[in-house]
């Protein structure tokens, strides 16, 4: 294991402290600023041609705070993320360098901090996609480069594709895979989703742009 990963998962724990002594505080932005610097040992981006480190799940074992972990193949980026506060029905998780991921329902509705970022959605509910059949409408909205709101609409239709067990950093889930295929002015995009327990969503994969390509999330910590 690298010196680089063991601070990061030390550096991981110590956050784990600072949320959890927030309680139901609202926000969780003192835990998150007690973590400040981190991001560089979490993530990378850019023109290395080497992958992200994976914290291992004996690292995980010592953060006592729920985390997603979201990676972007077609940037070389490795987020994780953890509470940073609910807005009605939207939660929000952020990484210590203040990137978020924004979810009505366990779906993703925005993203701040990744460069191209979904400024709004309207999605489909958790309900209606882990039902695993029926169509739907979805839509993005951006901003482009004239700092102008674009909107980009895609009809949906979802294909239950069975029980299959996944791995989560090292440990197996068995889960139900929903995938959702869509047209639209983008052309196509498939996003998919493994249900645990239900409704429970474990892992996804979904679109922030076609020109960028799809976040892979998976719930690493569950912990409340």
Known sequence: MSR??????ALLA????TLAACGNDKSAAPGLRAVKGVAADLF?????????????????AGFNTPMLMAEVKTANVLLYLVPFGQNGGVETWATSDDRTLSFRDGVLVATRGLGPDIMQAEVPSRAQLAA?????GRAY????GNDKI???????T????????IAVVGMQHTTRHVVETCTGEGGEMTNEYWFEGGGYVRKSKE????????AEVSRVVDKP
């Open 4 to 9: 680089l990963a063991l601070r990061a998962a």
């Open 14 to 17: 110590v956050a784990g402290l």
């Open 44 to 60: 990378k981006r850019g023109k290395s041609d080497a992958p992200p480190a994976v914290l291992t799940r004996a690292q995980l």
């Open 132 to 136: 695993g059949r029926g169509s739907h």
């Open 141 to 144: 909205y951006y901003l482009d």
């Open 150 to 156: 674009r909107r980009q609409s895609w009809s949906c």
């Open 158 to 165: 979802l294909s239950d594709r069975g029980v299959e067990t």
């Open 207 to 214: 679109l922030i742009m076609p020109e960028w390509g799809y």
